[in-house]
DNA sequence: CCTCCACTGGAAACCTAGGCTC
DNA sequence: GAGCCTAGGTTTCCAGTGGAGG
């Protein structure tokens, strides 16, 4: 066991660090310049620029698949921008609505950015939604707060909690004067807008700019100038950087891969003592980002989905749900907590499926009745292996 | 063509944990 | 402290259903 430590470290000792800066490759970077989006982040600033003489610019929707650049061209645009504002009401916020999960945190969130004084704090929860809703248009009405406000991932927002909120913020702006809230809204959706009410629509539409996907050309200079700043001279091969932009590219040119995949390679190399980055880092990097991202998703599962998949992974063969649920009912017994009931489980199962951690299609057996069809989908010894890291299921040993 | 199984999946009610105001 | 609010997970109830076997 030692052995296998201090060989790690004598070969961390013996070879030299690859990174001179590694925050050139993480996703919060946000370079000095944008290859290839030059023409957006011009459209975006156009929009913006009103902001700098004082007077509200229009709504702007950024559209594009995922990597296509949409998010770093707003933080680069917003970041210029607060540069350049003489105003001292400026204030800009950014906030992901699918990270952040529901309404009311994407307001609270919205809300923290925009710095409301202590006793005004939005609670984590507590607050109906219009009195969280209230107590920030209060604050930019006191302050005269100029608001440039980035909505990320908006067709979340609307999909899960409808456009109620956006319609609000669209009609805020008579009552705030001087003060105002222009939104830039980001989608993956190019459809989103179907659902939108035509209101909301027109408003928060006045202006929109399309990210279109990155060639693998295009992903390779990105790389490249990424790489520069981030590895020593030498470290990554144009031969290295055409691979991690070729696999990135086959899944519809999405840079954030892409960098991710330069990133983890890097890391693999400095690990294993070498001097720069070959295929067999890159390949096994890419195993890696897919295994910690099924990973990551198994240990942040609740309990009863771990008993739930647990009980899966018994059934080599595939199982269906009155079968599946008696073998979780009993996992509940010997571990001691409460089973839920069949229809929970059912529910369950379809979350699971939709995570990509098991397939659940619904199959009929004739005179049999109707059930959900259910396949793990990862290997379940790994599973089991994750799974049993918890400790109240570590009693199943 | 009809039946009827073993569920599915929608709807609504309920529960808990948190926080508000008075 | 009482009585109100919310989010989010769960239970209860139940109408609905694809298709093999009759």
């Given at each position: 066991?030692?052995?296998?430590?201090?060989?790690?470290?004598?070969?961390?000792?013996?070879?030299?660090?690859?990174?001179?800066?590694?925050?050139?490759?993480?996703?919060?970077?946000?370079?000095?310049?944008?290859?290839?989006?030059?023409?957006?982040?011009?459209?975006?600033?156009?929009?913006?620029?009103?902001?700098?003489?004082?007077?509200k610019?229009?709504?702007?929707?950024?559209?594009?698949?995922?990597?296509?650049?949409?998010?770093?061209?707003?933080?680069?645009?917003?970041?210029?921008?607060?540069?350049?504002?003489?105003?001292?009401?400026?204030?800009?916020?950014?906030?992901?609505?699918?990270?952040?999960?529901?309404?009311?945190?994407?307001?609270?969130?919205?809300?923290?950015?925009?710095?409301?004084?202590?006793?005004?704090?939005?609670p984590?929860?507590?607050?109906?939604?219009?009195?969280?809703?209230?107590?920030?248009?209060e604050?930019?009405?006191?302050?005269?707060?100029?608001?440039?406000?980035?909505?990320?991932?908006?067709?979340?927002?609307?999909?899960?909690?409808?456009?109620?909120?956006?319609?609000?913020?669209?009609?805020?702006?008579?009552?705030?004067?001087p003060?105002?809230?222009?939104?830039?809204?980001?989608?993956?959706?190019l459809?989103?807008?179907?659902?939108?009410?035509?209101?909301?629509?027109?408003?928060?539409?006045?202006?929109?700019?399309?990210?279109p996907?990155?060639?693998?050309?295009e992903?390779?200079?990105?790389?490249?100038?990424?790489?520069?700043?981030?590895?020593?001279?030498?470290v990554?091969?144009?031969?290295?950087i055409?691979?991690?932009?070729?696999?990135?590219?086959?899944?519809?040119g999405?840079?954030?891969?892409?960098?991710?995949?330069?990133?983890?390679?890097?890391?693999?190399?400095?690990?294993?003592?070498?001097?720069e980055?070959?295929?067999?880092?890159?390949?096994?990097?890419?195993?890696?980002?897919?295994?910690?991202?099924?990973?990551?998703?198994?240990?942040?599962?609740?309990?009863?989905?771990?008993?739930?998949?647990?009980?899966?992974?018994?059934?080599?063969?595939?199982?269906?749900?009155?079968?599946l649920?008696?073998?979780?009912?009993?996992?509940?017994?010997?571990?001691g907590?409460?089973?839920?009931?069949?229809?929970?489980?059912?529910?369950?199962?379809?979350?699971?499926?939709?995570?990509?951690?098991?397939?659940?299609?619904?199959?009929?057996?004739?005179?049999?009745?109707?059930?959900?069809?259910?396949?793990?989908?990862?290997?379940?010894?790994?599973?089991?292996?994750?799974?049993l890291?918890d400790?109240?299921?570590?009693?199943?040993?």
């Open positions: 066991m030692s052995k296998g430590v201090d060989e790690i470290f004598r070969r961390a000792k013996e070879g030299q660090p690859l990174f001179v800066e590694r925050n050139a490759l993480s996703p919060e970077y946000v370079p000095d310049r944008l290859p290839f989006r030059d023409e957006q982040a011009g459209a975006v600033a156009e929009v913006l620029a009103p902001v700098l003489h004082d007077s610019p229009s709504n702007l929707l950024l559209y594009g698949k995922t990597g296509t650049g949409k998010t770093a061209v707003a933080r680069y645009v917003i970041s210029r921008l607060r540069k350049e504002a003489e105003i001292k009401q400026l204030a800009t916020a950014y906030v992901n609505t699918r990270l952040a999960n529901t309404e009311y945190r994407t307001l609270a969130l919205f809300a923290d950015a925009l710095g409301l004084p202590q006793e005004k704090r939005i984590f929860t507590g607050l109906a939604i219009g009195e969280v809703m209230d107590r920030i248009f604050h930019i009405r006191l302050t005269e707060a100029r608001v440039v406000l980035v909505l990320d991932e908006i067709d979340y927002l609307v999909k899960t909690f409808g456009d109620e909120t956006l319609y609000k913020f669209t009609r805020s702006n008579e009552r705030l004067s003060g105002f809230v222009a939104l830039v809204g980001i989608s993956n959706d459809k989103f807008k179907e659902g939108l009410d035509p209101r909301v629509l027109s408003s928060l539409s006045e202006e929109e700019i399309v990210f996907p990155y060639t693998v050309d992903l390779r200079e990105i790389l490249t100038a990424r790489a520069k700043t981030a590895f020593r001279p030498g990554a091969s144009p031969a290295a055409n691979l991690c932009a070729a696999i990135a590219g086959s899944e519809h999405d840079a954030r891969r892409a960098i991710d995949l330069l990133r983890i390679a890097g890391e693999v190399a400095e690990r294993e003592g070498l001097r980055i070959d295929d067999t880092c890159i390949r096994r990097a890419s195993d890696k980002m897919e295994h910690d991202r099924v990973e990551e998703a198994l240990r942040s599962l609740p309990i009863q989905n771990k008993a739930i998949l647990l009980a899966v992974s018994k059934f080599k063969s595939g199982t269906n749900t009155g079968e649920y008696l073998a979780y009912a009993n996992i509940c017994r010997r571990i907590i409460e089973a839920l009931t069949q229809r929970r489980v059912s529910g369950i199962l379809a979350e699971l499926d939709l995570l990509g951690l098991i397939e659940a299609s619904v199959v009929s057996k004739g005179r049999r009745g109707r059930t959900k069809k259910i396949q793990l989908l990862i290997g379940s010894e790994a599973l089991q292996k994750t799974l890291e400790a109240a299921l570590a009693s199943l040993e």
